[in-house]
Antibody, heavy 124, light 111 residues
Framework: QITLKESGPALVKATQTLTLTCTFS??????????VGWIRQPPGQALEWVAL???????RYSPSLRSRLTITKDTSKKQVVLTMTNMDPVDTGTYYC????????????????WGQGTLVTVSS | QSALTQPPSASGSPGQSVTISCTGT?????????VSWYQQHPGKAPKVMIY???KRPSGVPDRFSGSKSGNTASLTVSGLQAEDEADYYC???????????FGTGTKVTVL
């Protein structure tokens, strides 16, 4: 059974750095094609890609957020960590981590499992 | 990349069908058969309903179907049920060096 769960602060102040952790189970993130992504959703708005890390440590970042983001993985702990610097109130929203990638037996390039999400509020 | 364009809302009576469009470009929707659709109920995480344009994950009712023509993908929900009332988002792969892109979202109302 595949699960993912996000954890991190519910409230951060503007200009501070946000660190979110995605703890996953049911897969290893060591298998060819596996990736973990971060998606965010401001209140009442659409989903937005933030970052992605693949099993081979290949990384992708949102072009508009690239300068502020770092994504890393620790497969021994089954965790993926997202760091976002210089937080702003517009970064307020729910942050989801997902399993994403290309899988031998279940398709390619979609988010097949999602965490419950964690709401991050940025105060000014 | 710019977000894929979806109509803000769609509606239908129980038992009817509703179709949601998702318009991208020749660099995303038009270039790859990797369009997926997600259903999101209020306060819940999204759930995949369609992947690779037409495929349904195990457990998704066959009332949900997907298609694509050129730069536009579509999701059709047939035999609408009350529990289908939700927000729906499309998403497309956009190439090896990119993250991909989500749609603007469509709120489906069951009248």
């Amino acid at each position: 059974q595949i699960t993912l769960k996000e954890s991190g602060p519910a409230l951060v102040k503007a200009t501070q750095t946000l660190t979110l952790t995605c703890t996953f189970s049911g897969f290893s993130l060591r298998t060819h094609g596996e990736g973990v992504g971060w998606i965010r959703q401001p209140p009442g708005q659409a989903l937005e890609w933030v970052a992605l890390i693949y099993w081979d440590d290949d990384k992708r970042y949102s072009p508009s957020l690239r300068s502020r983001l770092t994504i890393t993985k620790d497969t021994s702990k089954k965790q993926v960590v997202l760091t976002m610097t210089n937080m702003d109130p517009v970064d307020t929203g729910t942050y989801y981590c997902t399993r994403y990638g290309y899988f031998f037996d279940s398709g390619r390039y979609y988010h097949d499992f999602w965490g419950q999400g964690t709401l991050v509020t940025v105060s000014s | 990349q710019s977000a894929l364009t979806q109509p803000p809302s769609a509606s239908g009576s129980p038992g009817q069908s509703v179709t949601i469009s998702c318009t991208g470009t020749s660099s995303d929707v038009g270039a790859y058969n990797y369009v997926s659709w997600y259903q999101q109920h209020p306060g819940k995480a999204p759930k995949v309903m369609i992947y690779e344009v037409t495929k349904r994950p195990s457990g998704v009712p066959d009332r949900f179907s997907g298609s694509k023509s050129g730069n536009t993908a579509s999701l059709t929900v047939s035999g609408l049920q009350a529990e289908d009332e939700a927000d729906y988002y499309c998403s497309s792969y956009a190439g090896t060096n990119n993250l991909g892109v989500f749609g603007t979202g469509t709120k489906v109302t069951v009248l």
